[in-house]
């Protein structure tokens, strides 16, 4: 099979796009035909090193697929031949035309989703899902503000926000990314990047500050947020796209009586499989019912995926961008 693989820690642009053996399923794993990948922030960090986890190389990055099962392992019981289904990739290795994957974690993809949205939902919209609806608590009514509300993440939290029925703020670096967030159906759009972004939620929230904010930048915009919650308000960290983690002085959160909650999906999805499973069920009913869409920026062949990462890490993401391997591409 071909794949695009890190040989040696380093640059992006060192990905070599080449043959790799095809992996073999144990007993109690899948193999799948991949169809789409879903291009990630830390897709880039994971190759440079920079990233949490640090994989033997040579290796192919990449954490999340849609595909068919092409191949199961003598105990496997819960998936046939054919079957389409969307999956992290706990071991990494999704920018590559075939996929072993424990049987066990996988999601079925319905049939009404064709398999470049499901490349596209999981991993932003199941993390904005998890972060706004267990961490978050968002109730219809109260006031979101989301960050980096453009992005892939971003525009998921966006699009829940209003499914739950909460007033959005969207808070984005340009106003061609607010003019999007706006179209999946933000209220109110803030450009960080002209206004200061304290009087701007002030302003819209009456002087109380938010009730949630979904946080993916960290940073100075981490800092400025923390002094604009509400009574009972809550911070999800969700990440740090600005490169800098942020830290608290935690009397702020005594002074204005909020907390900060931590967000991480794909633990949660391994920690919780019942809640997530449930979580999975209400997005595709969403889906289904036009509620949430996942919004896909643009789709780049596997022989190119390397220009699909430097897209996402320079900013210039609105939605999600996918990977297809070559031969899926008409
Ligand atoms: N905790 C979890 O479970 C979880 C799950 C998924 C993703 N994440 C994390 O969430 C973050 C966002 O993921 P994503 O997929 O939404 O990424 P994305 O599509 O690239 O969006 C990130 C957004 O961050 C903003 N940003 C601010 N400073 C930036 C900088 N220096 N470089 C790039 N972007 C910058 C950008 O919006 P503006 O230009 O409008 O500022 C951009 O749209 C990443 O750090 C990722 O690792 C965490």
């Known amino acids: 099979m071909k794949a695009l693989v890190c040989e040696a820690y380093g640059e992006v642009d060192d990905l070599n796009y080449r043959e790799m053996e095809d992996p073999v399923p144990g007993p109690d794993d899948i193999l799948v035909a991949v169809k789409g990948i879903g291009v990630n922030f830390p897709d880039g960090l994971l190759v440079e090193g920079k990233y949490q986890f640090q994989p033997e190389c040579p290796f192919a990055p990449g954490s999340e697929i849609c595909g068919d099962v092409i191949g199961l392992g003598s105990n496997v019981s819960n998936w046939a031949i054919g079957d389409r289904l969307i999956s992290l990739t706990p071991n990494f290795g999704a920018y590559a035309e075939k996929i072993v ?39 219809a009514g109260e006031t979101l503000v989301v960050l980096g509300a453009a992005g892939g993440t971003g525009t998921a939290a966006v699009q829940i926000g209003k499914a739950i029925g909460a007033k959005v703020i969207a808070v984005c670096s ?16 803030i ?10 939620i002030k302003k819209h929230t009456d002087g109380r500050g938010a009730d949630v904010v979904y946080d993916v930048v ?30 608290l002085p935690v009397n702020l959160t005594l002074v204005k009586g909020y907390s900060v909650v931590g967000v991480f999906w794909g633990q949660f999805s391994q920690n919780e499989p019942e809640v ?11 889906v289904k019912d036009g509620k949430v869409t ?31 391997p070559d031969e899926e591409i008409s």
């Open 218 to 247: 960290g940073g100075d915009a981490f800092d400025i947020c923390s002094r604009a919650m509400a009574w009972n308000g809550r911070l999800l960290i969700v990440g740090f796209a600005s490169g800098r983690i942020p830290e």
């Open 191 to 200: 450009n960080y990047a002209k206004e200061d972004l304290k009087a701007a």
């Open 276 to 286: 997530h499973a449930a979580n999975m069920r209400e997005l595709f009913a969403w």
């Open 294 to 324: 996942p919004v896909i920026d643009s789709i780049y062949p596997l022989s190119k995926g390397i220009d699909a990462i430097k897209y996402v890490t320079g900013r210039h993401v609105m939605g999600k961008v996918i990977i297809k």
């Open 101 to 139: 994957l424990p049987a066990a974690i996988p999601t079925p993809l319905p049939d009404f989703m064709p398999h470049d949205l499901g490349a596209a939902l999981l991993g932003a919209t199941g993390t904005a899902h998890h972060a706004l609806r267990q961490r978050g608590q968002l109730k």
């Open 174 to 189: 340009s106003d061609e990314k607010l003019a999007f967030a706006k179209e999946q159906g933000a209220d109110i759009g």
